[in-house]
T-cell receptor, first 109, second 113 residues
Framework: GQNIDQPTEMTATEGAIVQINCTYQ??????LFWYQQHAGEAPTFLSY????GLEEKGRFSSFLSRSKGYSYLLLKELQMKDSASYLC??????????FGRGTSLIVHP | NAGVTQTPKFRILKIGQSMTLQCAQD?????MYWYRQDPGMGLKLIYY???????DKGEVPNGYNVSRSTTEDFPLRLELAAPSQTSVYFC????????????FGPGTRLTVT
């Protein structure tokens, strides 16, 4: 089975850096996805980590530690448009990701 | 490319009615998925398909049925709608490999009263 834990809500200031943590327990782990979902919209892909370490993609970076069952999403130079829900989704034995409840990020001026 | 399209966008059903949620993709993706998302909750997998003619149950399949007669289309059928099926339904697709990003449709907001 899958057990995914991430904070329900976080707030941050425009221009700042925020780190959204995710811990997971899953059988047959094969990688972890992060998706962004704006209110009332569909999720969109942000990153996929299969190896330990940090993957950087512009203002967004994602980190994975397989041995600790831990990942984080790092958002730099926050903008108002980054206000959204961020979904942690580890892939299990079937390779299909299981989605956590998501972290609602509120960016204020 | 239109990507993943879903119809309808909104629907209100009475208890016991049936309906089909349509999903189509034009990216020649083999993998297609149906999720439901309740307020404040993550996406729950209902059914998925790895190719035309092949479907399998996800985490919450009860009350739903699917078919995959073509690569492009993956309709979701609700039989005997219940209030517990009030949710937002997302269809998604991914390419040939399972370890691949999913492309989501815009969703169907369904209310059962």
């Amino acid at each position: 089975g899958q057990n995914i834990d991430q904070p329900t809500e976080m707030t941050a200031t425009e221009g700042a850096i925020v780190q959204i943590n995710c811990t997971y327990q899953t059988s047959g782990f094969n990688g972890l996805f992060w998706y962004q979902q704006h209110a009332g919209e569909a999720p969109t892909f942000l990153s996929y980590n299969v190896l330990d370490g940090l993957e950087e993609k512009g203002r967004f970076s994602s980190f994975l530690s397989r041995s600790k069952g831990y990942s984080y999403l790092l958002l730099k130079e926050l903008q108002m448009k980054d206000s959204a829900s961020y979904l942690c989704a580890p892939g299990g034995g079937s390779y299909i990701p299981t989605f956590g409840r998501g972290t609602s990020l509120i960016v204020h001026p | 490319n239109a990507g993943v399209t879903q119809t309808p966008k909104f629907r209100i059903l009475k208890i016991g009615q049936s309906m089909t949620l349509q999903c189509a993709q034009d990216m020649n993706h083999n993998y297609m998925y149906w999720y439901r998302q309740d307020p404040g909750m993550g996406l729950k997998l209902i059914y998925y398909s790895v190719g035309a003619g092949i479907t399998d149950k996800g985490e919450v399949p009860n009350g739903y049925n699917v078919s995959r007669s073509t690569t492009e289309d993956f309709p979701l059928r609700l039989e005997l709608a219940a209030p517990s099926q009030t949710s937002v339904y997302f269809c998604a697709s991914s390419s040939r490999t399972r370890i691949d990003e999913q492309y989501f449709g815009p969703g169907t907001r369904l209310t059962v009263t």
